[in-house]
């Protein structure tokens, strides 16, 4: 099961990973319309934000995994080993029920605006509710790699 979850949090941070090199080539094909040839599309800028949404939230879990978020460094280098991780454990657990709530209310959103089939206000008027659906993908993620990484601070 934990071999399978690590094949999810690869393809995730692999699909982040395309989703930057996809908004790279938009940018730069807008920009060579827009100087070269006077005439910018509507549609980059709006698929660009929502690829800034989407890359850091597909991203997430893998970083975690590979504990490559950001850390006061300072303050955990000056802690004793057990205190660190005792402060790793509380950490991760709040963390943990943090991301389990932003999956339950993220997943009645995403629903929510599946049932209205609410549009984005925008030129594309897409559908809200794929766009917003990678935030409860993610922070379930993240809460199961928070799981898993209580569980090995714990030396289990």
Same mark, same amino acid.
């Given at each position: 099961?934990?071999r399978?979850?690590?094949?999810v949090l690869?393809i995730?941070?692999?699909l982040?990973?395309m989703?930057?090199v996809?908004?790279?080539l938009i940018?730069?094909?807008?920009v060579?319309?827009?100087?070269f040839?006077n005439?910018?599309t509507s549609?980059v800028p709006?698929?660009?934000?929502?690829?800034v949404?989407?890359?850091?939230f597909l991203?997430? /879990?893998?970083i &975690?995994?590979?504990?490559?978020h950001?850390?006061?460094?300072? *303050?955990?280098?000056? +802690?004793?080993?057990?205190?660190?991780?005792?402060?790793?454990i509380?950490?991760s657990?709040?963390?943990?029920?943090v991301c389990?709530?932003?999956t339950y209310?993220?997943?009645k959103?995403?629903?929510?605006l599946?049932?209205?089939?609410?549009?984005?206000?925008? /030129?594309?008027? &897409?559908?809200?509710?794929?766009?917003?659906?990678?935030?409860? *993908?993610?922070t379930? +993620?993240?809460f199961?790699?928070?799981?898993?990484?209580?569980k090995r601070?714990l030396?289990?």
């Open positions: 099961m934990s399978a979850f690590d094949h690869n995730t941070a692999l982040a990973g989703l930057v996809f908004q790279m940018v730069c094909w807008d060579i319309l827009r100087y040839f005439s910018p549609w709006e698929i660009s934000a929502y690829t949404l989407w890359i850091p991203a997430a /879990g893998w &975690l995994r590979r504990d490559g950001v850390k006061m460094d300072l *303050l955990l280098g000056r +802690l004793r080993p057990n205190a660190r991780s005792e402060l790793n509380v950490t657990s709040i963390a943990a029920i389990l709530i932003l209310y993220g997943v959103v995403v629903i929510d599946y049932r209205t089939n609410f549009h984005t206000q925008t /030129g594309l008027m &897409l559908p809200k509710w794929p766009i917003i659906s990678v935030i409860p *993908l993610s379930y +993620l993240l199961v790699e928070q799981l898993r990484r209580i601070l030396g289990h």
